[in-house]
């Protein structure tokens, strides 16, 4: 499904912090939304999940108008908030609990808790994993929810780096098994280029899309990430404020 913003501003207390806001993302396609911390990349994602509304403009799915909390949208946030009393495979089924159909849900967990390196912990509790497995538990459980578009709110800026770097290769295998779209909110350039199709590069407050740059479509890995040197210093030089021929 084909997710489109058109015109969308937002603002609170008499702040204005989207302007205008547009972007378009492809079915599978993997879109990061990059700029500096407190510049609306978050505010933009709770807009499409219909946790906060727009003073204008419109989200829309395959030219449909989308209004408040709607099932096209999954949401991960930066902490994992999985329910400390609950072992893993209770907290990856809770959209299934949510929705009345657990039993089914609990199928579908068993069936994925290899690809996603969680065998052997269904019954562990959030407190027994690491921060790494207990991110891919909350991806696990937003992957459940049968949603079109998933929305992904920094979802490794918690992690240290040797982790964060591991759980984005694993990010980058297992988005071709799921196939679906997901929007990533970042202020990491590498992350930014790693893992995506485009990377939309938002200007500071009040926030729009600067420039759109597509990231060319080959294997990647760690060593291709380093030879990025030319896309990683024209974001940096627009997230500067820099002019582009600098």
């Known amino acids: 499904m084909k997710l489109k913003v058109t015109d969308v501003s937002c603002s609170f207390e008499g702040r204005t912090i989207l302007e205008k806001m547009n972007m378009e993302a492809e079915e599978g396609e993997f ?3 990059l700029g500096p911390s407190g510049c609306g990349k978050s505010t933009l994602l ?4 219909g946790l906060v509304k727009a003073d204008s403009g419109h989200v829309f799915i395959d030219e449909q108008l989308v209004e408040g909390i709607s099932e096209h949208f999954a949401y991960m946030p930066q902490q994992d908030l999985l329910f400390p009393w609950k072992n893993i495979l209770d907290n990856v089924c809770l959209y299934g609990r949510i929705h009345g159909d657990l039993k089914q849900a609990r199928v579908q967990a068993m069936e994925n808790f290899q690809r996603f390196g969680l065998t052997g912990y269904e019954n562990k509790y959030p407190d027994q994993l690491s921060g790494g497995m207990r991110q891919r538990a909350a991806f696990l459980r937003t992957a459940l929810c049968k949603a079109d578009i998933l929305l992904l709110d920094e979802p490794f800026g918690a992690l240290d780096v040797i982790t964060r770097g591991d759980m984005q290769d694993w990010l980058l295998d297992i988005r ?8 990533l909110v970042t202020h990491d350039i590498d992350e930014a280029i790693y893992l995506s199709d485009r ?9 729009s899309v600067k420039k759109e740059i597509g990231i060319a479509q080959k294997e990647r890995n760690k060593e ?4 990025q040197h030319e896309i990683r210093g024209e974001i940096y030089r627009i997230l500067k404020g820099m002019d582009d021929k600098t």
């Open 199 to 207: 990377v939309l590069v938002l200007s500071g407050k009040p926030a």
């Open 46 to 49: 709770n807009i499409m999940a």
């Open 224 to 227: 291709w990430l380093f030879e």
């Open 31 to 33: 879109v990061t939304i």
């Open 176 to 183: 071709k098994e799921l196939k679906r779209t997901m929007i």
